[in-house]
Nanobody, 127 residues
Framework: QVQLVESGGGSVQAGGSLRLSCTAS????????MGWFRQAPGKEREGVAA???????IYADSVKGRFTFSQDNAKNTLYLQMNMLKPEDTAMYYC?????????????????????WGQGTQVTVSS
């Protein structure tokens, strides 16, 4: 059974940094496509970063240059390093796994394309 557990969320001031972690069990992360999503109150869940089966990550324009998606295959863990945080980054952050095939960029940021989700970790950025 696939399980994903996020951690690392918290409250920071604008301009600060956080690193989120997502530890997977029941499968090997490098064999799946993985994504980081976020959802603010009253808004739809949006993709912020994704990677196709241990390939190169892609980023939403809103976080490009500020967020970095990485993974440690030995630990079966994903990371989302978030720098220069802004109040608009405030949201619940989720990691997710998908078994879809190419073309990845077509569905990478579509929440419905992902099969398994973590419980989320809250990020709050104050101005």
């Amino acid at each position: 059974q696939v399980q994903l557990v996020e951690s690392g969320g918290g409250s920071v001031q604008a301009g600060g940094s956080l690193r989120l972690s997502c530890t997977a069990s029941g499968y090997t992360v490098s064999r799946y496509s993985m994504g980081w999503f976020r959802q603010a109150p009253g808004k739809e869940r949006e993709g912020v970063a994704a990677i196709y089966r241990d390939g190169s990550p892609i980023y939403a324009d809103s976080v490009k240059g500020r967020f970095t998606f990485s993974q440690d295959n030995a630990k079966n863990t994903l990371y989302l390093q978030m720098n220069m945080l802004k109040p608009e980054d405030t949201a619940m952050y989720y990691c997710a796994a998908a078994t879809g095939a190419l073309p990845f960029r077509v569905w990478a940021f579509l929440a419905d394309a992902y099969n398994a989700w973590g419980q989320g970790t809250q990020v709050t950025v104050s101005s």
